[in-house]
């Protein structure tokens, strides 16, 4: 069975600060991965998602998020934070063709981001 | 604009209620699902449906039920609502089952007392 876990459900980081939230997931079959955001009385959308190639993906509002197969990992990180990126992070994971969980996201538990001035 | 839409946004129910979610999607997607979120959980898999009278169970299906006699609409129904099924509940859609990209709706607040 597919999971994912996120370490740390509140980080706080400074404005202009790097931010950095962790993802680490497992999978019998290669992964897709995804990032979403959520901003408060919001539905989620999408920042990013690795499927195939590249294994640094760029996303919206300048996040990005590398995949480290070695590792499990699919860490988000933005080199400058700024106020607006307050929100919860929620990663997520669907296997790829052929996996029992095909075309079905499996969300880890989220990550509160706070920005302070 | 295309679009996927909830209702109602808001919801008092009592224990042993019957209650239906709605949930709308103009994108012609034949994937639908629904979610609950809850502190601490993230989001969790109730149903999904890869297209008309196609129905799956998810991870916490027990107490819900889906039906899908059309592209556009997943409606969820708690049969007999329980105070334990007091959550957010979020429909989402996506058009490639390969990539799994969800577009996802607003949100529908449940409360149960």
């Known amino acids: 069975a597919q999971s994912v876990t996120q370490l740390g459900s509140h980080v706080s980081v400074s404005e202009g600060a790097l931010v950095l939230l962790r993802c680490n997931y497992s999978?019998?079959?290669?992964?897709?991965l995804f990032w979403y955001v959520q901003y408060p009385n919001q539905g989620l959308q999408l920042l990013l998602k690795y499927t195939t190639g590249a294994t640094l993906v760029k996303g919206i509002n300048g996040f990005e998020a590398e995949f480290k197969k070695s590792e499990t990992s699919f860490h988000l990180t933005k080199p400058s934070a700024h106020m607006s990126d307050a929100a919860e992070y929620f990663c997520?994971?669907?296997?790829?063709?052929?996996?029992?969980?095909?075309?079905?996201?499996?969300f880890g538990q989220g990550t509160i981001l706070t920005v302070h001035p | 604009d295309a679009e996927i839409t909830q209702s109602p946004r808001h919801k008092i129910t009592e224990t042993g209620r019957q209650v239906t979610l709605a949930c709308h999607q103009t994108w012609n997607h034949n994937n639908m699902f629904w979610y609950r979120q809850d502190l601490g959980h993230g989001l969790r898999l109730i149903h999904y449906?890869?297209?008309?009278?196609?129905?799956n169970k998810g991870e916490v299906s027990d107490g819900y039920s889906v039906s899908r006699s059309n592209t556009e609409d997943l409606p969820l129904t708690l049969e007999s609502a329980a105070s334990s099924q007091t959550s957010v509940y979020f429909c989402?859609?996506?058009?490639?089952?390969?990539?799994?990209?969800?577009?996802f709706g607003e949100g529908s607040r449940l409360t149960v007392l």
């Open positions: 989402a859609s996506s058009e490639w089952v390969d990539t799994g990209e969800l577009f």
């Open positions: 449906s890869y297209g008309v009278q196609d129905t």
């Open positions: 999978s019998s079959v290669p992964p897709y």
């Open positions: 997520a994971v669907s296997d790829s063709l052929g996996g029992t969980s095909y075309g079905k996201l499996t």
